[in-house]
């Protein structure tokens, strides 16, 4: 056998310390993947949800209560029960007048409505404003 060389049986620990270095840094770039993927679902679901109350409540009869219902459709479809809705103004009916400047926010609890842990967002609101004008 030349100088330098191993033998067989002297490397068969080195696979196990090399998984045992490398396995953790892989589940949390897996796991850290799914976290990132679940946050920006669920930012994503608020900008929807946001948009189409904003766009109910600028509607040329559309009131807050329109408005509310559609933002709870879009995010029930997203599995989100819980959330709150401000309009600005706060009383538009069917007659808010035309060119009125229709503000939306929409906020909910990141914990309580994603998927999985979360842990980025635990404790933490997401909120997004739309604004649109009545047509």
């Given at each position: ?34 976290e ?23 509607s ?72 649109m004008?009545?047509?």
């Open positions: 056998m030349k100088k330098g060389t191993c033998k067989p049986e002297s490397r068969s620990g080195t696979a196990a310390v090399e998984a045992a270095i490398t396995l953790p840094l892989l589940l949390v770039l897996v796991f850290g993947s799914i990132a993927s679940n946050a920006i679902f669920l930012k994503q679901s608020i900008t929807i949800a946001a948009y189409e109350a904003a766009k109910a409540a600028s040329p009869n559309g009131t807050d209560q329109f408005a509310t219902v559609r933002c709870a459709e879009a995010l029930a479809v997203r599995d989100i029960t819980s959330f709150n809705v401000t309009f600005s103004p706060s009383n538009i009916d069917i007659n808010t007048a035309r060119g009125t400047r229709i503000s939306v926010t929409v906020t909910i609890d990141a914990s309580s409505a994603a998927l999985g842990p979360l842990w980025v967002f635990s404790g933490k609101n997401l909120t997004k404003k739309v604004e004008v009545r047509l």
